[in-house]
């Protein structure tokens, strides 16, 4: 029998407080969120999963500070981020987050390795630190031999690596992925769901959104969406079965 995901009492990076999303307004509002309350801490590996509309892809934009909450405070590893400036929550994601896509985003004129040295400019570090750690990230990733390809010269999934190894070169505090896997094929799915294991083991905060039970399964916690609220916060990777094709 496996046992059930118990709470470990770490530093928490994501605390969402009473946080609620309203699109529209009159007649016309939506509500995409509505009072979510969730804890995330330290070296945590979270899938958040639950139907089209249920608000996760809403949950993950204001985690990621790519959208505010109409109300509601959330922190992210300790500061309250709810009412920043652009320009102080563009900082903060380049120095505090990391994000992997469904597509890529790669720069196509541009090889592996001049790809992941992207995000170390606008964090202010040198030509020289920006290329050794550009190179150890991508070795991290199983990348060393491909770094001065371009993007058309990778597979779907060697592509997947490099935009994981630019989402760790500036060692976030929180790695997120919304549909990581959601272009590739199973094999494929599997190499890139293992590389987000090893990150977590090395003590990396991953959280990503996904609708596929299989690869929620790989992580250690999942948190279930249902008409903008968290409905099941902790449910170990057995537990989603049943909720699964709900």
Known sequence: MVAPYTQVHKPVII?????????????????????????????????????????????????????????????????????????????????????VFQQFHLLPQMTALENVMLPMVYAGVTLNQRRDRAVEALQKVGLGNRMQNKPTQLSGGQQQRVAIARAIVNKPVLLLADEPTGALDSHTTAEVMEIFTELNASGITVVLVTHEPEVARLTKRIVWFRDGKVVHSHLSPDEINQLAFS
């Open 15 to 99: 605390r969402l407080e009473n946080i609620s999303k309203v699109y529209g307004i009159g007649d016309l509002q939506v509500k995409a969120l509505a009072d979510v309350n969730l804890k995330v801490g330290q070296g945590e590996y979270c899938a958040i999963m639950g139907a089209s509309g249920s608000g996760k892809s809403t949950v993950m934009n204001i985690i990621g500070c790519l959208d505010r909450p109409t109300s509601g405070r959330y922190y992210l590893d300790a500061v309250d981020v709810s009412g920043l400036r652009d320009n102080d929550l563009a900082r903060i994601r380049n120095l505090k987050l990391g994000f």
